[in-house]
């Protein structure tokens, strides 16, 4: 019998083996994935394994080769790809994108997460085993600006501790109707209620407070008028990362972006809503030398948008990034 052998990486290291095999066999069910290891078609280091054993940097991993001709996966479709990333700024561990309108973050071959795939193809070598890549957190489709993807275990590992721990601040400026005249506190209980039969999905704000904590503190910019509705430009400091938080918060507390008609804005022509994930803050000296912030620019349609209906939108320092 042939096998194909494959060197564990740092990216690999203490990793259990089911989950490293799951790369490579990913259309078998798990439990045939067991059956491979305990029959000896999968080994680490010439020896029979346990589905449960970590495998560490340097081990050698064998897999039958028919096992891997039979699960052999599909390769990018690189000619249906529009590959246009706007690159803010990249280590060795991590990368930031600043997400277009209108994109998926993850989902078909046009979302964000299949295009920076390509990406690192095209500019990376992967030499681990199990370590895929990819986006560490989400933006709403229609919303712009600053997301975090992967070019390590480290970076991935570390982002999402510090996003658990609150340690990365992330900040969004957005339009919502009306004057808010002061900074405000938003503090609710956000539950996810979705109806299968609506064309799109939304969460509710419940004041019996089963739901999840989601906390947002709102700074009004500047106030403009579009077809004779006042409204605020606001910034927006959240300290938890709800299903679509600023959007149900605002809407809740009677000032709903404008044009997200799913929770009670008034329609646009330009876009459906302008919201726009401007500036992430990160721990000082942290072990990933990333500087204290980064800032994404608001896009042109945002820009104009302001532009043409704001006071004095020249004066508002967040717009100069």
């Known amino acids: 019998m042939k096998f194909r052998e494959f060197i564990a990486s740092q990216d690999d290291d203490d990793r259990r083996l089911d989950r490293i095999i799951r790369k490579f066999i990913s259309e078998d069910s798990l439990s045939a994935v067991y059956k491979s290891i305990r029959k000896g078609l999968i080994k680490i280091n010439d020896k029979k394994a346990e589905a449960s054993q970590h495998v560490f940097c340097g081990d050698k991993i064998k897999i039958a080769d028919f096992l891997l001709i039979s699960n052999n996966k599909k390769s990018l479709d690189e000619d249906k790809i529009d590959f246009n990333l706007e690159i803010v700024f990249k280590t060795d561990d991590l990368i930031f994108i600043n997400k277009p309108y209108d994109i998926a973050v993850?989902?078909?071959?046009?979302?964000?997460?299949?295009?920076f795939e390509l990406f690192y193809k095209k500019n990376y070598e992967n030499t681990s085993l199990s370590f895929n890549p990819g986006p560490l957190h989400r933006l709403d489709r229609k919303t712009t600006g600053l997301i975090a993807f992967s070019l390590s275990l480290k970076g991935a590992k570390w982002f999402s501790k510090n996003i658990a721990e609150h340690t990365i601040q992330k900040k969004y400026i957005g339009v919502i109707q009306g004057k808010l005249s002061h900074e405000e506190c938003w503090q609710d209980s956000i539950s996810k209620e979705f109806d299968e039969t609506a064309d799109f999905q939304t969460v509710t704000i419940n004041s019996s407070y089963n739901g999840k904590t989601a906390k947002t503190t709102v700074i009004p910019l500047g106030f403009g008028k579009f077809n004779k509705t006042e409204y605020t430009l606001a910034q927006f400091n959240i300290?938890?990362?709800?299903?679509?938080?600023?959007?149900?918060?605002?809407?809740?507390?009677?000032?709903?972006?404008?044009?997200?008609?799913?929770?009670?804005?008034?329609?646009?022509?330009?876009?459906?809503?302008?919201?726009?994930a401007f500036e992430m803050i990160f721990p000082e000296n942290n072990e990933l030398n990333l500087p204290p912030s980064l800032k994404a620019p608001v896009p042109k349609l945002f820009f104009n948008f302001l532009k043409s209906t704001m006071q004095d939108y020249e004066k508002c320092i967040i717009l100069k990034v």
């Open 239 to 276: 300290e938890t990362g709800r299903t679509h938080q600023i959007r149900a918060q605002s809407s809740f507390h009677g000032y709903p972006l404008l044009g997200d008609t799913a929770y009670g804005g008034l329609k646009i022509q330009e876009t459906e809503y302008f919201l726009h």
């Open 106 to 115: 993850q989902g078909n071959s046009e979302a964000l997460n299949r295009q």
